[in-house]
């Protein structure tokens, strides 16, 4: 069970929670103070030291830099304690610890990604956390959850984990067995997000293999659904992907593709070709309209002279349209997601890029293409 212990709930807490919190931080505290074992006062440094420990958390229920601190149990018993304080306006990850009797157990990186929706609902959209050198097992973790390296000196190092980017890659982690089915599901009811799915898969099909042989950068390749066809008919395939479940999946259908675990605006700078074709499909729309129309302008670039960049996702003509369909499926609608308009394209600066061309499917999805002209 997860909890947030917020000031108020900190100012109020039972002596067993304390105990028990307590007794999760306390493994080798007396090491860590350069205390010897052997010292005859040992069990007063302790008493100390608890005291220490304790009073801090106290204070917390008072200070105006603490954010939450948060608690994972199980079976009633807590097995994990972590603490986001805020620093000149940056949220700081600090105090991550597990019960020495639950190691090995996935315990932190539970509590982690349940913190990491609790602070995309207060919509914080970074944190930081700052790890000493020495402490491989901290960094290890570190770089597993997510975490990408901000700065480092002779003593720590400096980490910074962007919340959106991981809590998604969290779900697409989660939905990437059943993902196909989903779709299919979808597809078959006509209804969002998916109506249309089939077509928009074979029209993109259609467009590259109108050429003998395509450079492919699928961006959001998932499973590898749509790239897996066109790999097996010779086509070279280069997926993206933020979820590495997604990639392993999908490499298992494309053994010899490449692949890039990032997010979208990252994995740029990791390209070295041009592509015949950049394929966004059913991806884009996880970036606000203005992303969306940065990221097109950068990959400008990485296309072949005629090249295109095809969208297919839930789309529509304009706004009012889009608006339409919100209502239609409000029950169901993702608020966080940004469905390509193509009137938004078109006022854009990407019409002095690219030729805009789009083709509705049906009430639900339509197929964007971009085809380079300078």
Known sequence: MFETWNKSKINNLFQK?????FDVLNHGLEKDRGFDLSDPNIE??????????????????????????FILRDDGTIVSVCRIVIVDGKYYLEGLETHRNYYQKGYASKLLNKVLYELKRDNIKTIYSIVRNHNNKSLNFHYKNGFEVKGKDDEDTIFVLNVEDQVRKELFDHWAKNYNKSVIKSEQEETYPFAGYSKVKYQIIDIVTKRSFAHILDMGVGT???????????????????????IDLAKKKMPNAMFICDTFQNSITKLNDQYDFIIFNYSIHHLEYQVQIDLLLK????????????????????????????????????????YPILDIYQKSDLKNYYKISYN????????FELVKTE
């Open 17 to 21: 929670d304390i105990e028990q919190w």
């Open 44 to 69: 007063s440094i302790r008493a100390v030291i608890k005291k220490d420990y304790i009073d801090y958390l106290k204070s917390c229920g008072n200070n105006q830099n603490t954010y939450a601190y």
């Open 224 to 246: 590898g659904e749509i790239m897996s066809p066109l790999y097996n008919l010779g086509y070279k395939v280069t997926g993206v992907d933020l979820s590495e479940k997604m």
């Open 299 to 338: 990959i400008h670039k990485n296309l072949s002279s005629q090249g295109s960049i095809i969208i297919g996702d839930v789309s529509t003509l304009n706004r009012e349209d889009m608006n339409k369909l919100h209502e239609k499926y409000d029950s169901i609608w993702d608020d966080e997601e940004y």
């Open 360 to 367: 509705k499917i049906n009430e639900v999805t339509g197929l």
